[in-house]
């Protein structure tokens, strides 16, 4: 009875995959739309199909596999690539984001692919039930058995690992090249439009660099004059000079994407000891966080950051104890290029090079104590000279040390909890089992201060660091990376693997970024795209910074709305904030512009004719480009006196 109830369990497990997936479809028929149970139904459908395939492989792994059995296996081809192939189609190439694994929406590519689960599903049920009822595979000609064609599938598995065991640099740009083909399909499929919100500005900036090569100049940034992080500037020079700043935007995210991603396999690999398995997780695992994807989106200084700061904190680790003098020149370089790099980085490497210096100075170790001063002096110099002080005043505060400013306790704290729930998820959990399994202390203490730095809302009620979201984003590397090698440590048991993929399964939880029962979260995320795509592909867009580049006379100032104000500032270099100014128009603005010019463009999608404007007193419309209305006004003085 025993013997008859385990030859009969691999057709039982396939009949419960069979009609989990004939219900997923009766649920879709029924409704015309895909309901929430349409993905558990299919998850279920997959995983008893393939428990049922590999039961039934094991009892007849004597057999040849060139018989029934093939036809099973097919059935279980089918079901695997229903399952990855919806979950590719559903993501990452519709929106460009990995979303969830459970629950998430369909594309009509998703729904398609999904669909081959239900024949693969009956294939295995079919014939599982077949061997079943027979007592073993029909076998249509001799060939290798199941057992040995799995052995030797393991043998060339155990080759190839031994292979990039023994050459870990394949490893790494093996990761970096697939982490590039992820990042640079959105910008194959949006041609030539840049992807990112601010990624306009970025070009227009670079163009200024080209007309004026000095790295610590102010320049234009998006309405005022600012200290800009040079790194990125001095990077992209030659590219910019030999094919244009636009195009060297359409392919450094998705390079320096593919660096980061192959930084953050190195960075488990040869620190954390993560070995080849754990490295290619973490590899993966740092390209498909969303949160990287956000900074690769238009956070385009901090991506480069992020390089400089990963690679600084593999060679510091490695090094702090057997400095010699070439190394403690290349972390001191590497510090600088990431301080060089973006503001939020910085405060990463003050911290780093601050334990440095400590650790060095208790061992005794002059090099590592002056690579840690140096470093720490550098990025603190650096940072000051970003925020024009190392103060700043707020009306409501007082004086606060640079980068700190006033916030309101009920308004950002809700956002502070959004991106812990919805941006990190259970990847916290994780992250701090590594960081206390393996405390390795420069990676831990830039993590930290850059998770304080983020959480700084809920710390002080009244104040908080500048933009505290980008230091949560920023983690982001380091954390995917630290989440890998925990997740690769505490999944070897089974059932902490089941658990944990029972949890990471519920809505709302892992990846919870615009599904399901978590909507109330991301829709608060601060600076957050749906995917990464352009923003607004609009043609008019092209139009106002060709009608600019062709008609515009210096020095009459230009009023626009912030999102068209990028494309005019594409057709003007180095233009100053009362020359472009970056705001929809309003009295107070245009009657600023009064006070340098007695005329002005404005380039809006506000409709003058329907609004007063006391300093303007007469107006053309040059140009409507869509919903763009291109004005030229002529401008009149008030005195605010009288």
């Known amino acids: 009875m025993e013997v008859r109830a385990k030859r009969y369990l691999p057709s039982s497990l396939a009949i419960l995959s069979f009609a989990l997936s004939a219900l997923a479809l009766e649920s879709l028929s029924s409704s015309g739309k895909v309901k929430l149970f349409f993905d558990y139904a299919m998850w279920g459908s997959f995983f008893l199909s393939l428990l049922a395939l590999w039961i039934d492989s094991q009892m007849f792994s004597s057999h040849s596999v060139i018989s029934t059995m093939l036809l099973e296996l097919i059935g279980g081809f089918l079901v695997i690539l229903g399952r990855i192939g919806s979950i590719l189609a559903n993501g990452t190439f519709s929106l460009g984001y990995f979303l969830p694994l459970f629950g998430t929406y369909y594309t009509k590519t998703g729904l398609t692919l999904s669909l081959l689960i239900f024949p693969g599903a009956f294939l295995t049920f079919a014939f599982s039930f077949f061997h079943a009822v027979m007592g073993s595979p029909l076998p249509f000609s001799s060939g290798p058995s199941i057992r040995s064609l799995l052995l030797q599938s393991k043998y060339y598995l155990n080759v190839l690992s031994f292979s990039l065991s023994a050459r870990p640099l394949?490893?790494?740009?093996?990761?970096?090249?697939?982490a590039f083909v992820f990042r640079f399909y959105p910008e194959l499929k949006w041609g030539s439009w840049l992807i990112g919100w601010d990624t306009p500005e970025y070009v227009a900036h670079l163009e200024d660099f080209v007309t004026n090569l000095n790295p610590f100049s102010s320049y234009y940034w998006q309405g005022g004059m600012r200290n800009i992080p040079p790194m990125l500037d001095i990077i992209l020079l030659p590219a910019a000079l030999l094919g244009g700043a636009w195009e060297a935007f359409k392919l450094y995210p998705s390079i320096a994407y593919g660096i980061l991603t192959s930084l953050s396999a190195l960075l488990a690999y040869r620190v954390y000891r993560a070995g080849l398995k754990g490295s290619l997780f973490a590899g993966l695992f740092t390209m498909l966080f969303v949160l990287n994807l956000r900074i690769s989106w238009d956070y385009q200084r901090q991506l480069l950051g992020s390089i400089f700061l990963l690679a600084f904190l593999i060679k510091a680790e490695e090094w702090k104890d057997e400095l010699v003098t070439w190394r403690s020149f290349t972390l001191v370089l590497l510090s600088s290029f990431a301080s060089m790099s973006h503001e939020v980085i910085g405060l990463a490497i003050f911290v780093s090079s601050l334990v440095l210096l400590y650790i060095s100075a208790k061992r005794g170790s002059l090099l590592g104590f002056f690579s840690g001063l140096i470093s720490a002096f550098i990025a603190f110099s650096l940072e000051a000279w970003y925020w024009k002080g190392v103060f700043t005043y707020s009306p409501n505060v007082g004086y606060l040390p640079v980068g700190i400013v006033s916030s309101l306790y009920d308004l950002e704290s809700p956002w502070v909890v959004s991106y812990l729930i919805a941006g990190m998820?259970?990847?916290?959990?994780?992250?701090?089992?590594?960081?206390?399994?393996?405390?390795?202390?420069?990676?831990?203490?830039?993590?930290?201060?850059?998770?304080?730095?983020?959480?700084?809302?809920?710390?002080?009620?009244?104040?908080?660091?500048?933009?505290?979201?980008?230091?949560?984003?920023?983690?982001?590397p380091i954390l995917s990376t630290m989440t890998a090698v925990g997740a690769v440590e505490v999944l070897k048991d089974w059932r902490t693997f089941f658990s944990f993929f029972l949890l990471f399964s519920l809505p709302g939880l892992a990846f919870s970024y615009g599904y399901n029962l978590s909507m109330i979260y991301p829709r608060e995320l601060r600076e957050f795209p749906y995917a990464l795509v352009p923003s607004s592909p609009e043609i008019s867009y092209l139009q106002v910074e060709k009608f600019f580049s062709e008609n515009y006379t210096y020095p009459l100032p230009i009023i626009a709305d912030p999102d068209i104000a990028r494309y005019v500032h594409l057709s003007i270099r180095n233009?100053?904030?009362?020359?472009?100014?970056?705001?929809s128009p309003s009295n107070d603005t245009i009657c600023y512009a009064a006070e340098i010019s007695k005329e002005a463009y404005i380039v809006t999608r506000t409709n003058l004719s329907s609004t007063f404007f006391e300093c303007i007193s007469e107006y053309n419309i040059e140009d409507k480009l869509g919903s763009i209305f291109l004005y030229k006004v002529s401008l009149t003085r008030v005195d605010k006196a009288q």
């Open 170 to 178: 394949i490893l790494y740009l093996l990761v970096g090249a697939v």
């Open 425 to 476: 998820g259970i990847a916290i959990p994780l992250s701090l089992y590594t960081m206390s399994k393996h405390p390795r202390p420069l990676v831990n203490a830039s993590a930290i201060a850059l998770i304080f730095a983020g959480i700084s809302p809920l710390i002080a009620p009244s104040t908080s660091v500048a933009t505290w979201y980008r230091f949560l984003i920023g983690v982001s």
């Open 575 to 583: 233009p100053l904030p009362q020359q472009l100014m970056w705001s």
